[in-house]
């Protein structure tokens, strides 16, 4: 399964643009980049996914690089309630069970 | 519409003792996984199931039993609670439909203490 490194913490002030990096060197053709965020200890919230194209949902935007090695969720007017940690994911290919194998996250912290 | 439900919230168990998870969701999804989360680190995988009637292990299978019997519902056991497991566990639910892809709902955890 194909693993993600992302930057352990970030720090954003409020209203400006978080730019969360995320590396998948390894991810397979089929591999979807899903991104998700945890506040507290709550359940993970899903924020956005993509396999080749960029996309974009009225939470944030979502940049993949042209060789699929890595991407950038851009959470365009970040505010305090952002701050959570967020997870970078390359989720298995369905006919494989469609995991969603998580790494260690970014702790993003945004300041007013 | 409740979306996963997880049950109990809390619990604390004595070493040894045994105890299921319940898992609930109302959105007919097809696949349903199990996770872990302690202190500092992301979720892993404990077992996860793509249909009624069919489970596969993650990658933390060991000291835990799952049972898929209604498509609605995931049950997590731990047969004899040890002092590593005790940790947040998440369940979660996602439906694949033809070419396109959804995100996956998250439960809001259960929250496991082993004395």
């Known amino acids: 399964d194909a693993k993600t490194t992302q930057p352990t913490s970030m720090d954003c002030a409020e209203g400006r643009a978080a730019n969360l990096p995320c590396n998948h060197s390894?991810?397979?053709?089929?591999?979807?980049v899903y991104w998700y965020r945890q506040i507290h200890s709550q359940g993970p919230q899903y924020i956005i996914h993509?396999?080749?194209n960029n996309e974009t949902n009225e939470m944030a935007s979502l940049i993949i690089t042209e060789d699929r090695k890595s991407s950038t969720l851009i959470l365009p007017h970040a505010t305090l309630r952002d701050t959570a940690v967020y997870y970078c994911?390359?989720?298995?290919?369905?006919?494989?069970?469609?995991?969603?194998?998580f790494g260690q996250g970014t702790e993003l912290s945004v300041k007013p | 519409n409740a979306g996963v439900t997880q049950t109990p919230k809390f619990r604390v168990l004595k070493t040894g003792q045994s105890m299921t998870l319940l898992c609930a969701q109302d959105?007919?999804?097809?696949?349903m996984y199990w996770y872990r989360q302690d202190p500092g680190m992301g979720l892993r995988l404990i077992h996860y199931?793509?249909?009624?009637?069919?489970?596969a292990k993650g990658e933390v299978p060991d000291g835990y039993n799952v049972s898929r019997l209604k498509k609605q519902n995931f049950l997590l056991g731990l047969e004899s609670a040890a002092p590593s497991q005790t940790s947040v566990y998440f369940c979660?639910?996602?439906?694949?439909?033809?070419?396109?892809?959804?995100?996956?709902?998250f439960g809001s955890g259960t929250r496991l203490t082993v004395v």
């Open positions: 979660a639910s996602s439906y694949p439909r033809g070419g396109i892809q959804y995100g996956y709902t």
């Open positions: 390894t991810i397979s053709g089929n591999e979807y």
């Open positions: 993509g396999l080749k």
């Open positions: 994911i390359v989720r298995v290919a369905y006919n494989q069970g469609g995991k969603l194998i």
């Open positions: 959105m007919n999804h097809e696949y």
């Open positions: 199931s793509v249909g009624e009637g069919t489970t």
